[in-house]
């Protein structure tokens, strides 16, 4: 199999490359990674593999059959896309039950049928429930893709019945190149600050790069971590304040970043060098102020904050939690 376009993931490369090319991929799959880390690409890429006329299964997508073609142009007749908003619960039963019906036609042009369920933990229960019925026991000729942020996100059911992909971050050497070519203002120091700051997720970081405002972010981190330290809860609540409610991906920067703070912190207590975030004066700052005990639970509970933020809690919620929960990190 041919994976143009996707960055990185070695692995999960090779481990798709052997089942596709002996023909032994199976009719459910689920790629699961953070928005940005490729799942729309690799979807569509296995769902043109899965039309691809090319007789070489390595080959495939060949890229200029005639289904290539189609499936490059978005108008495949073989390959439906379903769902698609982030929102919770957007995915309804009623777009379950099409696709159902669907499903049970016999492909147009290709051997096969794909339709790829894009932000499957958008569904709703009754929405999993129903699409349940049909993984279960599909037509020969359908496969399904799911694309989700994690697959602990839907229904136990739903995940043993398909077989779980995982997207990561790709590395700094294999983003910085393919950053370059597509944002060729941006100074070098800024695109390897922000492949950090985002864990290289790909579609992030360019999102991030097209309005810059990513900067914040590393502004409002040692600004909040200092904070933690402050006697009362209003400096530190003040400060979580400033964590934007419309920018989910700039939220989970600076909580990124807070990490590396920790993990700084951490490191200094311990007397090692090293330095991972661009704020070593707070890193060191905290590791004159707390104990390594408290480092550590600060790390754990950043940890505990980028899952709750992931899972699209409410935001006024997410900002009296998150204040709790460092303060009580550090014993306050
Ligand atoms: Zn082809």
């Given at each position: 199999m041919r994976f143009d376009g996707l960055i990185g993931n070695a692995e999960l490369k090779e481990q798709l490359s052997s089942l596709v090319d002996n023909g032994r991929l199976p009719h459910a799959l689920l790629i699961e990674g953070p928005s940005g880390s490729g799942r729309k690409t690799l979807a569509t890429l296995l769902a043109k593999a899965a039309v691809c006329r090319h007789s070489d299964g390595a080959a495939r997508p060949c890229g200029v059959c005639p289904d290539c073609i189609k499936a490059d142009a978005g108008t495949h007749p073989d390959i439906s896309f379903y769902g698609g908003s982030d929102r919770a619960r957007s995915f309804s039963i009623n777009t379950v039950r099409e696709l159902r019906e669907e499903g049970y036609r016999l492909p147009n042009e290709a051997a096969c049928r794909v339709f790829i369920l894009e932000?499957?933990?958008?569904?709703t229960l009754e929405g999993q429930n129903a699409l349940l019925r049909i993984i279960e026991e599909p037509p020969k000729h359908l496969r399904f893709i799911l694309t989700c942020r994690s697959r602990f996100e839907l229904l136990e059911t739903i995940r043993s019945r398909t077989f779980a992909l995982t997207l990561g971050g790709v590395g700094e050497e294999e983003a910085l190149p393919w950053l370059r070519e597509r944002f060729p203002g941006q100074t070098e120091e800024d695109l390897r600050t922000v492949t950090r700051l985002y864990g290289a997720c790909l579609g992030t970081i360019a999102e991030a790069l097209a309005d810059s405002h990513w900067k914040d972010s590393l502004a409002l981190a040692p600004s909040l971590a200092e904070a933690i330290l402050a006697p009362t809860e209003s400096v530190l609540l003040a400060k979580c304040a400033e964590l934007p409610s419309r920018d989910p991906a700039l939220v989970q920067g600076v909580l990124r970043e807070l990490r590396l703070l920790f993990r700084d912190a951490l490191t200094a207590k311990y007397g090692q060098s090293g330095r991972m975030s661009p704020s070593p004066q707070t890193a060191d700052k905290l590791a004159a102020s707390l104990t390594a005990a408290a480092l550590l639970q600060l790390l754990e509970t950043v940890e505990a904050l980028e899952t709750m933020q992931r899972r699209n809690i409410n935001h006024a919620l997410f900002i009296t939690e998150a204040c709790a929960k460092l303060r009580a990190a550090v014993g306050r």
């Open positions: 932000n499957a933990q958008a569904l």
